[in-house]
């Protein structure tokens, strides 16, 4: 299953070392792509403005606690999506699901995130 | 003499014991926190959390824990986990009404989605939930739905409360009717109607929980 840098669109093959280093852009966001859905996913890949770009990261690292700026966020199905700034749409049957990782979507920027690392299940305190 | 033994060991044991965490659960504004203050205000005399019309107030888990309940002589003691408001959605605009600013709507928002996730979270941890919902909105919607079935996936005893019964649209039976499977308690989180029935459910339902 490939990788795709959400920032600068490059595609990385699963298990690149780039996925857990960042991509070669600097960016350490990723979309998580299945093969068939590649060619689909890529014409909804929207543009953003850099700006944007930083507000979506500062948002989901806020909404997930990843406190790390470094620590690297694949993309993967969503089950958390903001439509836009404000408005969020929830999968809870997919967040209930306890062997899935808890995924945002914005979609002002229309990505998905996979929060797999901080979804531990002894997380609380 | 002996009587004395007994009760210091009883106490001693009944202090040692382990809280049964005690999770309320349901989407926002069914009267989870109005709940979880009317058993606070009861055994302890002071409330746990805030409670507004406007939407997802409570944003984060809180919980208080050694709360001892009694109901017809019998002693437990409770941990309580008042979890944020399951939603499907969360759009700032709902709370516009409510004369909040756009900023503070929006912010809200967030806070509530990740709220929503935390509730989620802390599931795993609960040994019975109290699933609490207006008894006055149709149950039968896809929050409800969904927590209900993922308890009883984790084997989680369950224990539904109708809540607002004091309200004329309430209706228990829809409920019921709704969830047959489980018990329903219709009760006024807010002046006390019929809550010692919940106690007698509550206990109830803590027998069935899975020994940790």
Known sequence: MPHQCVHCGKIYPTGSKEILEGCSCGSRFFYYIKDEEYQKLKEKIPLLTKEEKKQIERDIREMSGIKKEDAPIVLDLESIRAISPGKFEIDIVNLFNKHRPIIYKVEEGKYIIDLASTFEKNKKN | ?212
């Open chain 2, 1 to 212: 003499m002996i009587r004395t033994i007994f009760e210091k060991l009883a106490s001693w044991w009944f202090k040692n014991k382990k809280d049964i965490n005690l999770g309320f659960y349901g989407p926002p504004n069914a009267g989870k926190t109005s709940l979880a203050n009317r058993i606070c205000k009861d055994f302890l005399g002071e409330e746990l959390g805030k409670v507004s019309k406007i939407p997802h107030e409570t944003r984060e888990v809180q919980f208080r824990e050694s709360v001892e309940v009694e109901y017809d002589g019998k002693k437990m003691k409770l941990k309580l986990v008042d979890t944020p408001g399951i939603a499907t959605k969360v759009d700032y605009e709902d709370f516009l009404k409510y004369k909040l600013k756009k900023s503070e709507a929006k912010k809200r928002a967030k806070e509530a989605t990740q709220g929503i996730v935390e509730a989620i979270k802390w599931l795993e941890d609960m040994d019975v939930v109290v699933v609490v919902l207006d008894a006055t909105e149709n149950p039968y919607n896809q929050v409800n739905i969904t927590i209900i079935g993922n308890l009883v996936a984790r084997k989680i005893p369950v224990l539904i409360v109708a809540n607002k019964i004091d309200l004329k649209k309430a209706d228990i039976k829809r409920i019921k009717a709704a969830f047959p499977e489980y018990p329903v308690v219709g009760i006024s989180a807010k002046y006390g109607n019929n809550i010692e029935e919940f106690y007698r459910e509550v206990f109830n339902i803590s027998k069935k929980r899975k020994k940790k």
